[in-house]
């Protein structure tokens, strides 16, 4: 049989940048091993499979060694190959909710449509919490493994502990000079992350017209700096919400991946349903590569 095989790059509208992604549709007939075997051969870091799953579809998604359970940047990819292939039905302008199923269970995602464009494709994040304990006794160490002095932090905003699905620390720094040139000592980064019980550290710098760069290092799970990372983007909104600096359904832009070449723009906003802040964090994707694989 033959299926339909789409790479995206996602968090950009701009082909080789931002996070690569495979995206096979009307996957319904391919079994696990099939599924496994296309994305070990595409190689790209994960691979959707999206079939139907009545009242909805269903997606699966594999790296090239195993299937994990979500994957975000390939969310966004599949989600734009849906649309793109005229697989969503009864779409309006503006937000739209749509239901996914995967291996956790039904998962919705808002997508923004304008006179028949894709413009945004969020997804909902884990329940948002920040830890505000004073990390001071820290800051020297923290400080020393991004190879900046107390000079170089943003006094606006604190370094603190935040959560969206995984616990990162968020470091303030006080402008995109210091940002583009951390020099980082990855073993220390690692210490200090086992240390505080986090996975990265997420290093943002906030300009006068309110443009966020950042810049994401997470040793001790392999990845030393991350094109774009959703969760982390996440943490650090719901920050900037929890200190007044954005409100609801403010949506924003936040700039990763300059450093690797990979250039990404994730964006996020909060919303609250049921007096409870949620936080929706993604972006869009452009179609790089459209074929056809034999099976």
Not at 100 to 111: A, K, M, Q, S, V
Not at 252 to 266: A, C, H, K, P, Y
Request: with cysteine; hydrophobic share 40%; aromatic share 10%.
């Amino acid at each position: 049989m033959k299926y339909k095989i789409i790479t995206y790059d996602s968090f950009t509208n701009v082909k080789f940048k931002g996070n690569p992604a495979g995206v096979v549709l009307d996957a319904d007939s391919l079994s696990k091993s099939q599924m496994q075997n296309i994305a070990t051969e595409l190689g790209y870091p994960e691979t959707a499979f999206v079939s139907k799953s009545s009242p909805q579809i269903k997606v699966n998604f594999f790296t090239p060694k195993e299937e994990i359970n979500l994957c975000g940047h390939a969310t966004i990819a599949y989600v734009t190959a849906l649309f793109e292939n005229n697989k969503l039905d009864n779409l309006n302008n503006g937000w739209n909710k749509i239901n996914i199923e995967n291996n956790l269970g039904t998962f919705p995602i808002l997508i923004d449509v304008h006179n028949n464009k894709l413009l945004n494709v969020l997804m909902y994040q884990d329940t948002p919490s920040i830890n505000f304990n004073n990390l001071s006794t820290y800051e020297s160490e923290i400080l020393s493994a991004l190879g900046i002095n107390t000079d170089d932090l943003d006094c606006n905003f604190k370094i603190v502990k935040a959560y969206t699905g995984l616990w990162d620390l968020l470091i303030p720094v006080k402008n995109k000079l210091v940002l583009d040139n951390l020099k980082i000592d990855f073993s220390k980064v690692e210490y200090i992350s086992k240390k505080l019980n986090i996975i990265s550290f997420h290093t943002y710098c906030i300009d006068d017209n309110f443009n966020i760069y950042a810049r994401n290092f997470a040793p001790i799970v392999n990845i030393y700096e991350e094109a774009a990372t959703g969760t982390s983007n996440g943490a650090l909104t719901y920050y900037l919400y929890s200190i007044n600096k954005i409100k609801e359904n403010q949506l924003i832009s936040i700039n990763q991946g300059e450093s690797l070449n990979r250039e990404s723009i994730i964006n996020s906003k909060i919303i609250v349903e049921e007096n409870n802040p949620k936080v929706l964090v993604g972006g869009t994707a452009i179609k790089v590569i459209d074929g056809i694989i034999n099976i």
